[in-house]
């Protein structure tokens, strides 16, 4: 009851209201499903570069540019720059590795911060589940409201989607020239 009268006062949605610094971390979920196995998965979903923004269209939608400062076997660093039309925001994440099926991401940039965890599970020797789950909030005080939670984990599992596509590709090249004949073999 209270809730609907501080809407009422405000004339607005609560998640339609400008969010300010320090405000409430939202959570969200998504799950996405690859052909590949889990080794394969982790592997490619974990060798963070420059040009991981392709994969999922993200150069192209908002200018993703990435930066790899820092990789070791347990933890990556890098930096996104980007441009949603509303100028250029800066964010860092610091990924700590946790082989062979999950890991945990700490992002941090001038507009929100995010903690975000990765898990792989195996649900064939070929097919592997991704569950996505992460918190984020803004950093500063904006006028524009923060969408609804269902809209943005629709954009993020639609991102998965498209790097889906580009981690199955991959990994049919791989496996097809690993199968292919040499030319001793050529010959049956």
Not at 44 to 59: A, I, L, N
Not at 65 to 76: A, F, L, T
Request: aromatic share 12%; glycine share 6%; with cysteine.
């Amino acid at each position: 009851m209270r809730e609907a009268t501080s809407r009422r006062a405000t004339g607005s949605p609560r998640w339609a209201r400008p969010s300010a610094a320090g405000s409430a971390w939202r959570s969200f979920q998504i799950n996405a499903e690859f052909r590949v196995p889990l080794w394969f998965a982790y592997r490619w979903c974990t060798d963070y570069g420059p040009d991981d923004p392709k994969y999922s269209g993200e150069d192209r939608l908002i200018h993703l540019q990435r930066r790899v400062i820092e990789r070791s076997r347990k933890r990556v660093v890098f930096e996104n720059l980007y441009d949603e039309g509303k100028g250029w925001a800066w964010e860092r994440h610091v990924v700590t590795l946790h082989p062979p099926d999950h890991w945990h991401c700490e992002g941090r940039g001038n507009y929100s911060e995010s903690v975000l965890d990765y898990r792989l599970t195996a649900l064939s020797p070929d097919r592997t589940r991704l569950e996505m789950r992460w918190r984020s909030r803004p950093r500063q005080q904006t006028r524009e409201p923060r969408p609804p939670a269902g809209v943005v984990e629709t954009f993020v599992a639609g991102l998965w989607r498209r790097r889906g596509r580009a981690l199955e590709q991959e990994y049919r090249r791989l496996r097809d020239r690993s199968v292919r004949p040499t030319s001793r073999d050529s010959r049956f």
